[in-house]
Each structure stands twice: as structure tokens, then as C-alpha cells.
């Protein structure tokens, strides 16, 4: 399987000149590649694309093309062509999941990248040399398992440089600790594992802080010298709550995949959950998408399995110890008392213990959750009737039942 591995570099000013000049000579062939696709009737391809670059090298207005490597400027062509292979299977319905948008063309205040295969890059001992760029020190967190096959040169929205290497990594072989564990994910507690709690960082000070420099973006001219540095702060905020989000996550990720064999997380509904205007902000900035992708990446490395149960499965309205059905229940109503088992559920863990049932192969059905009851309009007295705490627990005394009983029956 292959991995991307991901180091921090700081260019000299020359070098910074010179990956500037790469980074737009890349932007313009694929603007340009871009404008003649969508000019055109049929698709041309990646092999007609490559002819039109080398005659436009030729021509005195890209004249400055043959200034950087011919690499990068091929290499921006095949991700173009690939972004419309995705672009038309999608339409096509060849290709799962949300449909995708038609390529876009790319601005210069976006990030920044510019891939190298083997034949335009070398490594010796510390430094990384690119074709035509000079020799790079990265910072190595960390070795690289094996020789790249290709590297990018990255420069974010905040003026960062990085290299990412993309890397052949063999599948790790370890004992598990737990067979199984089921996670429910939220946003006061990112997860709740069976049996443990795993609380997300607090964005609230770094998202204040954003919110007030948009406001300040959004009344400067776009002639404003000082737009652009508002522009940079933004930018940095965003980055440091990626950062920690990513560094949180992948923690969390790699604690989970090896302590456990199998691991079952829930199908979430993130993009209809986010149109809720309350929670939208908070849901965004937790990250559940990031970590599932994690999980499932790191449990093919280490040799795990990874399920994920349907989202329609009542995790949150049945009881994990009888599994008597309650129903829904306001998100604000955090334990719920069960009368049909008399066992107190936390909201979460009781979900994360139904989730993990559901990984086993258990169903939340009605031939099993009410075998011994049925929902009707009025509940009889036989039935136990279903009592939800709102942040607190309260005792229920013996004489309840006889009272509810008694009301039933008037």
C-alpha cells in the first residue's frame, strides 16, 4: 500500500523566487488546458493537451514555460485529465458517493503545489534536490520507509513550504488488546469508546479570533495593501486549528486501530447534519469524516478490520442491557432511565455500546428490542414506561408505577 509522508522546509529567498516562478507556470498550463476543454466540444485528452504545451513553449507569449521543469507542467496536465475522468464517471454513475463538479481553475491565493517524479528529483543523505529548484532540507519528524516514487512541493494558503513523498509501505502484523470496539462520535466528547471518553480539543478562542479578522476582510477594497496581510492572519488561524485537529485525530486514530481488531463507527448524515444553522460551526470543526478516513487507513496498515453500520440503526433509542426501545429523544436529554431494566444509560455510551452489538451482528429489530411489548397509542399497565433525566439523575420511588396504574385507568 502506498502513504504519503508529509516535511516542513524552509527555502532561501532564491529558491522561494524560483518555486514561485514553478508554482505559476503550473497554475497557467492548467488554466489553459482548462479554458480549451471547456471551449471545446469533446474532451481532447491528456496526449492532444500535451502536444498544444510543447507547440506553446515555442510561441513568444509562454516563451517563459522552458525557464522551470518540463515535469511539473506535464504532471498538472495528468491531474487535469484524471479530475475529468472523476468529473465524467460521476455524471455517468460509474463513480460512488456525492457527484462531482467539473474542474476549476486555480487562483494564485490558493494553495500552491507542483509534483516531481523520479526523473526530476533525487535524494542524498539530508537533502532533496528538484530539477531546475536547487537542494532542499526538509525537516525528517521521521525516516521514510522506503524510496518515493514521486514528491510535490506544497505552499499553503499561509506562506508554509512542505515536501510530501508518496512511499511503498509494507502492512504492520501486531496483536490486538480488544477484539472489538464500537465508537459513537459527538461534540461535547469527540468519541465515546466502550468504556472511555475522548474529549476534542476547544476551538472556541482560535474561532473567535477568525470570525473577527472575516469581518475586518470583508469591509477592506480588494485595492487595500493591507487586505492581503488580513488575508495571511486568516489564513494562519486556519492553519493552527488544522493543525491541532490533525494532530488530535491522528493520536486518537492510531491509540484505537492498535488497541483493538475490529473497529465499527457509524455512517453519519455529516452533510445534512451541518445545514442545522445552530450546529453547523461546531460539527465542521470536529473533524468526523478526517477520522473515519483515518481509521480505515490505518486499520488496512495494521492488519485490522473496519465496519460501518447504517446510519438508520436506533443506536440512541434502545436500551444496550435489555434492549427495550424508548424512541427519540432531544439531544439536550443526555441519560435516560430504562424502567423495563431499571439500569440508568448516559446517552453516549450507551449508544457506543449499541454500536458495537451492531459490529458483532446483533440488529436492533423488532423481533428483538420488542419481543415482550409492543408500542400502542396508550400503554397499558403491564408495560414499562420510559422516563428521560435532562442532565441530572433522579431516584424513582417504588409508588410510581401503582400511580401511573391508577391514572391509566381513570
Keep these: 500500500m502506498k502513504a504519503r509522508f508529509q516535511y516542513r522546509i524552509y527555502p532561501t529567498e532564491q529558491q522561494c523566487q524560483s518555486l514561485a516562478q514553478l508554482f505559476g507556470c503550473v497554475r497557467v498550463v492548467w488554466n489553459d488546458a482548462l479554458a480549451l476543454c471547456k471551449q471545446s466540444e469533446n474532451y481532447p485528452g491528456f496526449n492532444k493537451l500535451s502536444a498544444l504545451l510543447t507547440q506553446t513553449k515555442k510561441t513568444d507569449e509562454r516563451q517563459w514555460l522552458k525557464d522551470v521543469s518540463s515535469v511539473p507542467l506535464q504532471q498538472s496536465l495528468r491531474h487535469l485529465d484524471i479530475a475529468y475522468k472523476n468529473f465524467f464517471n460521476s455524471r455517468n454513475g460509474k463513480r460512488k458517493g456525492k457527484k462531482l463538479g467539473s474542474p476549476k481553475f486555480k487562483k494564485r491565493t490558493n494553495s500552491q503545489s507542483a509534483e516531481f517524479t523520479k526523473a526530476a528529483f533525487s535524494r542524498t543523505g539530508e537533502s532533496v534536490y528538484l530539477a531546475k529548484i536547487g537542494n532542499l532540507h526538509p525537516i525528517w519528524s521521521r525516516k521514510l520507509p522506503s524510496e518515493p516514487s514521486s514528491v510535490t512541493v506544497i505552499k499553503d494558503c499561509a506562506e508554509r513550504y512542505f515536501l510530501s513523498f508518496v512511499v511503498e509501505v509494507q502492512p504492520i502484523q501486531t496483536e490486538a488488546k480488544n477484539p472489538i470496539i464500537g465508537i459513537d462520535l459527538g461534540i461535547q466528547t469527540f468519541a465515546v469508546m466502550s468504556g472511555e471518553k475522548a474529549k476534542s480539543p476547544d476551538y472556541k478562542k482560535l474561532d473567535r479570533k477568525i470570525r473577527k479578522l472575516q469581518r475586518k476582510l470583508a469591509r477592506q477594497p480588494k485595492d487595500y495593501r493591507r487586505r492581503n496581510v488580513t488575508r495571511i492572519r486568516i489564513a494562519k488561524l486556519h492553519n493552527q486549528i488544522a493543525d491541532t485537529r490533525k494532530n488530535f485525530l491522528h493520536k486518537l486514530s492510531t491509540k484505537v486501530v492498535s488497541e483493538n481488531q475490529t473497529i465499527v463507527l457509524e455512517d453519519l448524515n455529516v452533510s445534512g447534519m451541518v445545514k442545522n444553522h445552530k450546529l453547523s460551526r461546531a460539527i465542521s470543526l470536529q473533524g468526523?469524516?478526517?477520522?473515519?478516513?483515518?481509521?480505515?487507513?490505518?486499520?488496512?496498515?495494521?492488519?485490522?478490520?473496519?465496519?460501518?453500520?447504517?446510519?438508520?440503526?436506533?443506536?440512541?433509542?434502545?436500551?444496550?442491557?435489555?434492549?427495550?426501545?424508548?424512541?427519540?429523544?432531544?439531544?439536550?436529554?443526555?441519560?435516560?432511565?430504562?424502567?423495563?431494566?431499571?439500569?440508568?444509560?448516559?446517552?453516549?455510551?450507551?449508544?457506543?455500546?449499541?454500536?458495537?452489538?451492531?459490529?458483532?451482528?446483533?440488529?436492533?429489530?423488532?423481533?428483538?428490542?420488542?419481543?415482550?411489548?409492543?408500542?400502542?397509542?396508550?400503554?397499558?399497565?403491564?408495560?414499562?414506561?420510559?422516563?428521560?433525566?435532562?442532565?441530572?439523575?433522579?431516584?424513582?420511588?417504588?409508588?410510581?408505577?401503582?400511580?401511573?396504574?391508577?391514572?391509566i385507568s381513570d
Design 288 to 407: 468526523w469524516r478526517e477520522f473515519r478516513t483515518l481509521c480505515e487507513a490505518k486499520s488496512e496498515k495494521f492488519g485490522r478490520t473496519f465496519q460501518v453500520i447504517s446510519r438508520w440503526e436506533p443506536t440512541s433509542q434502545v436500551c444496550s442491557d435489555c434492549g427495550f426501545k424508548w424512541g427519540k429523544i432531544d439531544l439536550s436529554i443526555r441519560s435516560v432511565l430504562c424502567l423495563n431494566c431499571g439500569v440508568e444509560q448516559d446517552r453516549d455510551e450507551n449508544a457506543a455500546r449499541n454500536i458495537e452489538k451492531v459490529g458483532m451482528g446483533y440488529r436492533h429489530d423488532s423481533k428483538r428490542t420488542m419481543s415482550d411489548s409492543k408500542t400502542t397509542s396508550v400503554a397499558s399497565c403491564s408495560e414499562a414506561s420510559r422516563i428521560t433525566v435532562h442532565e441530572r439523575t433522579v431516584s424513582i420511588s417504588s409508588h410510581i408505577v401503582p400511580c401511573l396504574s391508577t391514572l
